[in-house]
């Protein structure tokens, strides 16, 4: 009686108010400015990288080259398990790939967005992920557990209680980064960056001032769930998404010896130059196959490759391999998708549910060493 009440008042305050916050948000777009995403990631990773006091982040040395594997995820999206929650589907699958890292002993990387706190409040996101976040916890006890934040969980990096929920969630204190750089170091002084970070820089919505960060977290966030829009935002966005990688490539490209891995728009790029050439194998095989569905999303992988960035097939003699990107942990058929670095090389993994049976599958993958190759020799 209570919820039909609800439902009854909220209908005329929707009416009224949805159209114009449509308006509203497409005149103000969230669309990314070139000067801004290039200016907010040089900031964050020469801060890390640099003796400056204007930290956002962290470097660790850990031995990517044979040391202990590392698993990268991102865009979680923990709700309240409700008809929203885009997690909800995916639970399973995560809670069987953190018990595998786990058990091999493994780093765990989130790269932000991990908990959807633009539609949910903090209290129903604890209680209703108890599983998830004692499967996390793991991680946190063998000190191997590096959690960031993304534009969906600015809450973590904002709000004044969230040291607290934090250690109720996980036992102890946690560190909350913008990013983290990881070094690995060759003979002669050679050495390659990985650059991890949750890949919203630049949005003046969530990457702003203070004020804009909080405007977004306690007022915009909840005011779309409310109204049940979620307007212009890369996750959603076809254009927007594929131009944002683009500035994430373009960027990457500028840098010396970096690898940078983003999440935010959940699509999944791994950018080797034998995975364009694969991409484009399956694409010959579905055509003349006749099988138009698959050859379409064959198509629209290849589209979106980096190396599509200038309308050319990448030139091992011109542009590197310097992006990444980990997709999510909440597709709607339940599977997820990540970055593992692992005896050597850097892969791009699917775990999905098969018949009952949780799955990992290597989709991709590029040895380290030809990294190092490309960009000394």
């Given at each position: 009686m209570f919820r039909k009440l609800v439902r009854l008042i909220k209908a005329p305050i929707v009416f009224v108010l949805k159209r114009p916050i449509i308006w509203f948000s497409q005149r103000v777009s969230s669309s990314p400015q070139k000067e801004a995403v290039f200016e907010?990631?040089?900031?964050?990773?020469e801060g890390i990288t640099s003796d400056s006091d204007l930290?956002?982040?962290a470097m660790y040395d850990i031995n990517l080259k044979d040391g202990r594997s590392t698993i990268i995820l991102t865009d979680h999206h923990k709700g309240n398990r409700r008809g929203g929650d885009e997690f909800r589907h995916t639970e399973g699958t995560y809670l069987a790939a953190l018990d595998y890292y786990d058990q091999k002993d493994s780093y765990y990387i989130n790269l932000g967005d991990s908990e959807e706190l633009w539609k949910y409040n903090i209290f129903s996101i604890?209680?209703?992920?108890?599983a998830t976040f004692e499967a996390e916890k793991k991680f946190v006890k063998r000190k191997a557990f590096f959690k960031l934040y993304g534009n969906h969980d600015i809450f973590?990096?904002?709000d004044p209680f969230a040291s607290f929920y934090l250690w109720q969630l996980y036992g102890k204190p946690i560190n909350i980064y913008g990013g983290i750089v990881i070094r690995v170091n060759y003979a002669e002084g050679h050495y390659i960056d990985f650059f991890c970070t949750h890949g919203h820089q630049g949005d003046s919505r969530s990457d702003g001032n203070w004020f804009s960060k909080w405007?977004?977290?306690?007022?915009?966030g909840p005011l779309q769930s409310f109204l049940e829009i979620n307007i212009n935002t890369p996750a959603l966005s076809q254009q927007e998404k594929t131009y944002h990688n683009q500035l994430m490539y373009e960027w990457s490209q500028n840098q010396k010896n970096l690898v940078l891995i983003t999440g935010h728009t959940h699509q999944t790029i791994f950018h080797s130059y034998s995975h364009i050439q694969w991409l484009k194998q399956q694409l010959s095989i579905a055509q003349d196959q006749g099988l138009e569905e698959e050859a379409a999303s064959w198509q629209e992988k290849i589209n979106r490759?980096?190396?599509?960035?200038?309308?050319?097939?990448?030139?091992?003699?011109?542009?590197?391999p310097t992006y990444f990107n980990a997709g999510c942990c909440c597709f709607?058929?339940?599977s997820m998708s990540g970055i593992e670095i692992s005896g050597g090389q850097i892969a791009l993994v699917r775990w999905a549910n098969e018949e009952g049976e949780y799955k990992r599958k290597v989709l991709e993958a590029l040895p380290l060493i030809e990294?190092?190759?490309?960009?000394?020799?």
């Amino acid at each position: 009686m209570f919820r039909k009440l609800v439902r009854l008042i909220k209908a005329p305050i929707v009416f009224v108010l949805k159209r114009p916050i449509i308006w509203f948000s497409q005149r103000v777009s969230s669309s990314p400015q070139k000067e801004a995403v290039f200016e907010r990631l040089s900031e964050i990773y020469e801060g890390i990288t640099s003796d400056s006091d204007l930290k956002e982040g962290a470097m660790y040395d850990i031995n990517l080259k044979d040391g202990r594997s590392t698993i990268i995820l991102t865009d979680h999206h923990k709700g309240n398990r409700r008809g929203g929650d885009e997690f909800r589907h995916t639970e399973g699958t995560y809670l069987a790939a953190l018990d595998y890292y786990d058990q091999k002993d493994s780093y765990y990387i989130n790269l932000g967005d991990s908990e959807e706190l633009w539609k949910y409040n903090i209290f129903s996101i604890m209680k209703k992920n108890k599983a998830t976040f004692e499967a996390e916890k793991k991680f946190v006890k063998r000190k191997a557990f590096f959690k960031l934040y993304g534009n969906h969980d600015i809450f973590w990096k904002i709000d004044p209680f969230a040291s607290f929920y934090l250690w109720q969630l996980y036992g102890k204190p946690i560190n909350i980064y913008g990013g983290i750089v990881i070094r690995v170091n060759y003979a002669e002084g050679h050495y390659i960056d990985f650059f991890c970070t949750h890949g919203h820089q630049g949005d003046s919505r969530s990457d702003g001032n203070w004020f804009s960060k909080w405007f977004v977290a306690y007022i915009w966030g909840p005011l779309q769930s409310f109204l049940e829009i979620n307007i212009n935002t890369p996750a959603l966005s076809q254009q927007e998404k594929t131009y944002h990688n683009q500035l994430m490539y373009e960027w990457s490209q500028n840098q010396k010896n970096l690898v940078l891995i983003t999440g935010h728009t959940h699509q999944t790029i791994f950018h080797s130059y034998s995975h364009i050439q694969w991409l484009k194998q399956q694409l010959s095989i579905a055509q003349d196959q006749g099988l138009e569905e698959e050859a379409a999303s064959w198509q629209e992988k290849i589209n979106r490759h980096p190396s599509q960035c200038d309308g050319r097939l990448t030139d091992k003699n011109g542009e590197k391999p310097t992006y990444f990107n980990a997709g999510c942990c909440c597709f709607n058929d339940g599977s997820m998708s990540g970055i593992e670095i692992s005896g050597g090389q850097i892969a791009l993994v699917r775990w999905a549910n098969e018949e009952g049976e949780y799955k990992r599958k290597v989709l991709e993958a590029l040895p380290l060493i030809e990294l190092h190759h490309l960009f000394y020799d």
